[in-house]
């Protein structure tokens, strides 16, 4: 069945820094969502991408479809201490337009200790 | 406005008993979803309802799990006879539809914990 595979799984930053991670998949997708989930919280929607080679920003977040429809990533500029949680991508599930989506395990930003 | 809700926010059960998990979706969304999330994993979908069609049950992981979803808006997780590999954070999304266009919007989950 179709997987998303995000990498890195954690990471720790400092503020300031730039952060990027991606995700991939074997197989073709037409849409690709990025979410954050914070502790004791379900995961809200940051950036929805659904074209090819598309480019979207939302603030310090910058997400890119990637061209092959098989990858995408985030990156965030000027991480602030906020920015901590876990980043899934997701895609529909079915490989149709359906609303049920399938998810990646997630990337988790930690604080620099 | 109001979000969606999830009721209780954390259940303790014991190995085989049943549990109900409630969900109240965004007022007016016809699309409704269970997904489960276990520690350290993405979310895997469960089941959906749309309006008043048959529901999707393919993500269902046994025929211990049902849903059903009343009047077209609050919807119940039944979970029969639980197991100690039950335990997760069940999460409700809703939608305006059911595309992949629709923003799904997530409640803050009922972590269940079976003992």
């Known amino acids: 069945g179709q997987q998303l595979n995000q990498s890195p799984q954690s990471m720790f930053i400092q503020e300031g820094e730039d952060v990027s991670m991606n995700c991939t998949s074997s197989?073709?997708?037409?849409?690709w969502l990025w979410y954050k989930q914070d502790p004791g919280e379900g995961p809200v929607l940051l950036i929805a991408l659904y074209k090819a080679g598309e480019l979207t920003s939302n603030g310090r977040l910058t997400a890119q479809f990637g061209i092959t429809r098989k990858d995408s990533f985030l990156n965030i500029s000027a991480s602030i201490p906020s920015d901590v949680g876990i980043y899934f991508c997701a895609g529909p599930g079915g490989g149709g337009s359906q609303g049920n989506l399938i998810f990646g395990k997630g990337t988790k930003l930690s604080v620099k200790p | 406005g109001a979000g969606v809700s999830q009721s209780p926010s954390n259940k303790v059960t014991e190995k085989g008993k049943d549990v109900e998990l409630r969900c109240d979706p965004i007022?007016?969304?016809?699309?409704l979803y269970w997904y489960r999330q276990s520690l350290g994993q993405g979310l895997e979908f469960l089941i959906y309802?749309?309006?008043?069609?048959?529901?999707?049950k393919s993500g269902l992981p046994s025929d211990r799990f049902s849903a059903e979803r009343t009047g077209g808006s609050v919807s119940t997780l039944t979970i029969q006879r639980t197991q100690q590999e039950d335990s997760a954070v069940y999460l409700c999304?809703?939608?305006?539809?059911?595309?992949?266009?629709?923003?799904?919007?997530f409640g803050p989950g009922t972590r269940l914990t079976v003992l």
């Open positions: 197989s073709i997708f037409n849409t």
């Open positions: 999304a809703s939608s305006r539809r059911r595309t992949s266009t629709d923003t799904q919007y």
């Open positions: 309802f749309q309006g008043n069609s048959a529901p999707d």
């Open positions: 007022s007016g969304h016809t699309a």
